[in-house]
């Protein structure tokens, strides 16, 4: 992370080698691949309770994600308060009478549609757990003085990314809330003004009747997402 005064290069050899030989890496990356093809989204979630010690541990994974110049600007709050999680809710579900009354534009209405949202979100109380992640617009040293962050929307995406997947490798499920605006979490969550929350994730167990909506399983080929230049 930044720190004042530390504007030198030093080379540290590399700390650990997870290599495997040929054979290995493909079994081990088609191994995640099939893991992770059963990751899901989900929006009906079970009471019964997650430990901390757990969600702490998905939270750290996230912490080790490459950033911007190696900022970090970023900041996770886990609520398991439900009192928090009641306010969350209302707030959420008062921007989401906006957005469904005229907020958003027919087209956007229609490709939700498929999903099955809606104005209502119980989810966000029934969780066990919902982690705010929150980005940092520009970084701040212990003596008050603003440091610029780089790259910001990337990193954040990025370490969330490490979360989703460190939730699904504990056997938990989640859901990407994004709010818009919910200028209310920031206050509620005690964060300082440079940081802006931009994804809530509820995590727990998935309910005994949990569904996902059918199109969520349609996913592009390989042929769609990559192309190769071989040499």
Known sequence: MYRKGEVHYQALPLPDRVQRPDGEALAAAEGFLAYMKKRHSVRDYSTRPVPEAVI???????????????????HFVAISDPAMKARIREGAEEEERAFYAGGAGDEWLAALEPI????????????????????????????????????????????????????????????????????FLGALCGRPEHEKAVMILPVGYPAEGATVPAVAKRKKGLDQIMSIFRG
């Open 116 to 183: 099955g949202t809606g104005v209502s979100k119980p989810h966000l109380t029934d969780a066990p757990w919902l982690i705010v992640v929150f980005a940092q617009r520009y970084g701040v040293t212990d003596d008050g003085a603003r440091y610029k962050n780089y790259y910001v929307p990337e990193s954040v995406g990025i370490a969330t990314g490490f979360l989703i997947a460190a939730i699904h490798q504990a056997g938990l499920v989640c859901l990407e809330h994004t709010p818009n605006p919910m200028k």
């Open 56 to 74: 702490a541990a998905g939270i750290a994974a996230a912490g080790t994600a490459p950033s911007g110049a190696n900022h970090q600007p970023w």
